[in-house]
């Protein structure tokens, strides 16, 4: 199907009526790009807020106002496209221009575009990823013939959740092909996300695992997940919050979170581990892995492991009771 891509470009003053013109002739779904978000995005208002920027990010300070969104290439499409190019008048500043606040830049572009071009051939960039010796990760649209002893996670990217490739993901699974002793040990998966930790665990051989996340969505996804790998007579996945009112306990507490959170969750991990009392953190940026090593064996943890990889790191813990 064709659509017509279409891009307003303005300013920041402008934004605002912009999209409220837009809104009354029935556009309510746009994308903004607007320099001030990287601005508040840079105003980190926690220290857990964010650990680490893509340098990609970096682009936006200098990007220009604009919103973009998608009519279809019908006569009712085109009559809109009209509509909009008589209301948005096209004024190409001069550099003395800029000095007058009082103007108002607004640009219109346009294009046709086929929904083909898009589709699927992000699915190009997702092939089937050899995380440990033993562990595969693969989208469901990927065949993979298994060699002998490998296990296989299927897992698609959705809302907010990656495939599991990333180093923080993958540094956690080694980790728990490392300590998990398999029809023994039970595993809390800290802010589960997608679960990929949960279902490795699982297929790892843990007994039961319990997956827990403040965010709704994940709790969902990851239950959802959980049934496509047939694990879930093993993973449960709830609504919580391990600091306020979670008593579950296990062998195994996994957190792939960020530096900050580890830190602050670290007080309260000791409550919930039983047994052989291990604790693997991970999404710890290398030069934050001495400030969280340390405050791990700060709540009586003693460090027996730490993964690296690229500029990211993992630790493995254990209690001293």
Known sequence: MKYIEVKIYTTQEGLDPLTCILMDMGIAGFAIEDARDFTELMEKKNCYDWDYIDEKLMDMQNMRTSVTFYLEDSDEGQRILKELQNLVIVNRKTSTDFEDNNLIENELVWKIVDDSDWKDNWKEYFKPAKITDNIVIKPSWEAYDANDGELVIEIDPGMAFGTGTHPTTFLCIRLLEKYIEPDRDTVLDV???????????????????????????????????????????????????????????????????????????????????????????????????????????????????????????????????
């Not at 449960?236 to 959170?261: C, F, H, P, Q």
């Open 191 to 321: 802010g589960c996300g997608s679960g990929i930790l949960s279902i490795a665990a699982a297929l790892l051989g843990a007994g039961e695992i319990l997956a827990v996340d403040i965010d709704p969505v994940a709790v969902e996804v990851s239950e959802e997940n959980a049934k496509r790998n047939g694990v879930s007579e093993k993973v449960r996945s709830i609504y919580g919050d391990l600091t306020k009112g979670l008593n579950e306990k296990a062998d195994i507490v996994v957190a792939n979170l960020m530096a900050d959170l580890v830190v602050m969750l670290t007080a309260d991990v000791a409550a919930h581990l039983k047994g052989k009392s291990i604790y693997i953190s991970s999404g710890i940026l290398i030069e934050k892995k001495q400030m969280v090593a340390a405050a791990i064996e700060e709540k009586g943890f003693q460090i027996l492991d730490i993964l690296e990889e690229g500029e990211w790191c993992a630790i493995a813990a254990q209690f001293r009771n």
